[in-house]
């Protein structure tokens, strides 16, 4: 590795926004050291953004949720591979340094939560939290936005799903509990490698793949429906530890596990690229040979139904392989179906209840 490469950083340099960029001011309010985490090589900046609304419903066959809420966009964990990346380009800002270094800090998105589910016209559905970017990433401990949305969604009752790579899922356990008593929350860790030295370089501000397992353990031990994403699969790279991570997740106590395979569309195929030559020279053209063959030639997939599991003979190969894992160490996985008839319109509990 280079002297010149960038410690605690996922991309190594800003690639080119395809729109017109935005004069953005950060925020006052900046971060405080982490211990949790590596200092990164280039410091984060936050800035404040009030948005309008706060519940986004995509509109994708693809996607198993309807309703998600992003307190933040861009996100310091700084996976090489995130396909949020190239969202912030819509900021003005690059999907390269600037997605895991300069976060948009929705900070009244509890609020616009609130006004939602107060609406007249709001019909109860689960809200999916981290449908682009983590929630539980580094600026949540500063923030607190994720614990006062999960507050909210307590108060009146709604469901919500949490996926999440970050340990600090574990400080809200005792909203999590309480939800969970009412059938009101399933929480999803994503553990993309076993590797400690790949997740370094690849994820480089997550918690490793042991502590995410014991996340896993802490949850299921307390009452609350945990599930793991072994996503996204990379073939060449990861697709071999598909048993061993569904194994240990079962072991402790996941009771569902789901995947993508890798999809680098937009400035996320040349960061990547750069990364992968950077980290794996020796097989990089492997690697980029076996996504292409996951994607109909290319390294971009946007096409509905074959984009998050691929096509053809390693993408149908990977499927295999996760089916009789699942099978073999979650005979009886079941996703729970969560319950949208508890939903309060008003601001109030039963007072029996």
Not at 99 to 106: A, D, G, H, L, N
Not at 178 to 203: D, F, G, K, Y
Not at 259 to 266: A, F, K, M
Request: with cysteine; net charge positive; glycine share 6%.
């Amino acid at each position: 590795m280079k002297n010149d490469y960038l410690k605690g950083r996922g991309a190594q340099f800003n690639a080119h926004n395809r729109f017109q960029v935005l004069k953005m001011e950060p925020d006052q309010e900046q971060t405080v050291p982490d211990d949790d985490f590596p200092e990164p090589a280039v410091k984060t900046q936050f800035f404040a953004e009030t948005p309008k609304q706060i519940v986004s419903r995509p509109n994708s066959p693809d996607i198993g949720f309807v309703a998600s809420v992003n307190p933040y966009m861009g996100c310091e964990h700084g996976c090489i591979y995130c396909y949020a990346r190239n969202s912030h380009e819509y900021w003005g800002f690059s999907a390269g340094l600037d997605f895991e270094s300069k976060i948009m800090v929705k900070k009244n998105a509890p609020e616009l939560l609130e006004k939602e589910f107060l609406s007249k016209n709001y019909q109860p559905e689960v809200i999916h939290l981290s449908g682009n970017t983590d929630c539980y990433q580094p600026a949540e401990r500063q923030f607190q936005l994720t614990r006062r949305i999960l507050e909210q969604c307590l108060l009146y009752r709604n469901p919500v799903s949490i996926i999440t790579k970050n340990a600090l899922v574990l400080r809200d356990k005792d909203l999590l509990q309480q939800l969970a008593a009412q059938n009101l929350v399933v929480v999803l860790i994503t553990i993309t490698t076993l590797n400690e030295e790949l997740r370094q370089v690849m994820e480089p501000r997550t918690v490793t793949a042991k502590r995410r397992l014991q996340v896993v353990a802490e949850l299921a031990n307390a009452g609350i429906p945990v599930g793991v994403m072994t996503a996204p699969i990379i073939p060449g790279l990861t697709d071999q530890e598909i048993p061993k991570l569904i194994e240990a997740a079962a072991r402790h106590g996941a009771l569902w596990a789901g995947y993508t395979i890798v999809r680098l569309n937009g400035a996320i195929g040349p960061l990547f690229e750069d990364w992968l030559r950077k980290n794996y020279p020796d097989r990089a053209d492997k690697v980029l040979s076996q996504i292409r063959e996951c994607h109909g030639g290319q390294l971009n997939d946007s096409r509905f139904g074959t984009r998050m599991s691929g096509e053809g003979k390693y993408a149908e190969q990977i499927r295999q392989f996760h089916d009789i894992a699942v099978k073999k160490y979650m005979p009886n996985q079941t996703f729970p179906k969560l319950d949208t008839s508890r939903f309060l319109r008003k601001r109030q509990l039963n007072l029996f209840d």
